[in-house]
């Protein structure tokens, strides 16, 4: 380009060369589906657990004991504490044991 030559309008692929191919350009190559099963690894991992659990593993007993945990958990509460307490129930927060009282 002479001196006294107009400018020319900039050309984005002039400066930067041949298109390159990727995501989002018109020579990229198509998306491929890709699924993966994972069935066989989670009834895999569920045997392991199953079996590391033993089999004297009583899940009802383990709920009744989570639940003594909590009776005891808020049992024996000061006036501050139950009306905390009351508060996280008519919240939603807890679930109401014993009648709306936590256990005496």
């Given at each position: 380009m002479a001196p006294h030559?107009?400018?020319?309008p900039?050309?984005?692929?002039e400066a930067a060369g041949p298109r390159?191919?990727?995501a989002g350009r018109d020579d990229a190559p198509a998306l491929v589906d890709f699924t993966v099963?994972?069935?066989?690894?989670e009834v895999l991992r569920q045997a392991q657990v199953l079996a590391a659990l033993g089999p004297d593993w009583d899940p009802m007993e383990v709920l009744r004991g989570e639940e003594a945990a909590y009776d005891l958990l808020y049992s024996g509460l000061d006036d501050e504490q139950q009306r905390l307490y009351d508060g996280l129930v008519a919240a939603g927060v807890l679930p109401e044991r014993g009648g709306g009282r936590a256990a005496a």
């Open positions: 030559d107009p400018p020319r900039h050309d984005p692929g390159q191919s990727g099963d994972l069935t066989s690894q």
